[in-house]
């Protein structure tokens, strides 16, 4: 069994900066991409950071420069720092990774998501 592990949310002041993790752990082959979403009420599901499978990391245009994330391979684990946070940042944040497990002997790749940390940001 593969899972998202998140830590890390909480109520905070505009301005003020929070930080996320996320873990993976199972019987883990290997990871492909890894990084974090956020729903916000009444709103859809959206990318705030992540590094994909090849290529260079991501991030949603709203939090370029306030938010980086980094990432530990040999621990599964990825990190959300979030400065300057603002109103609009409040969300549930999801972490999410495609993993290749191998369990049975054989290899199967899916798409999992952690079950979400709560990020408020309210004066």
């Known amino acids: 069994q593969v899972q998202l592990v998140e830590s890390g949310g909480g109520l905070v002041q505009p301005g003020k900066s929070l930080n996320l993790s996320c873990e993976a752990s199972?019987?883990?082959?290997?990871?492909?991409?890894m990084g974090w979403y956020r729903q916000a009420p009444g709103k859809q599901r959206e990318l705030v950071a992540k590094?994909?499978?090849?290529?260079?990391?991501t991030y949603a245009d709203s939090v370029k420069g306030r938010f980086t994330i980094s990432r530990d391979n040999a621990k599964n684990t990825v990190w959300l720092r979030m400065n300057s946070l603002r109103p609009e940042d409040t969300a549930i944040y999801y972490c999410?990774?495609?993993?290749?497990?191998?369990?049975?002997?054989?290899?199967?790749?899916?798409?999992?998501w952690g079950q979400g940390t709560q990020v408020t940001v309210s004066a």
């Open positions: 999410n990774a495609f993993m290749i497990r191998y369990s049975e002997h054989k290899y199967s790749g899916d798409n999992y």
């Open positions: 199972g019987s883990i082959f290997s990871i492909r991409s």
């Open positions: 590094f994909p499978s090849g290529g260079t990391t």
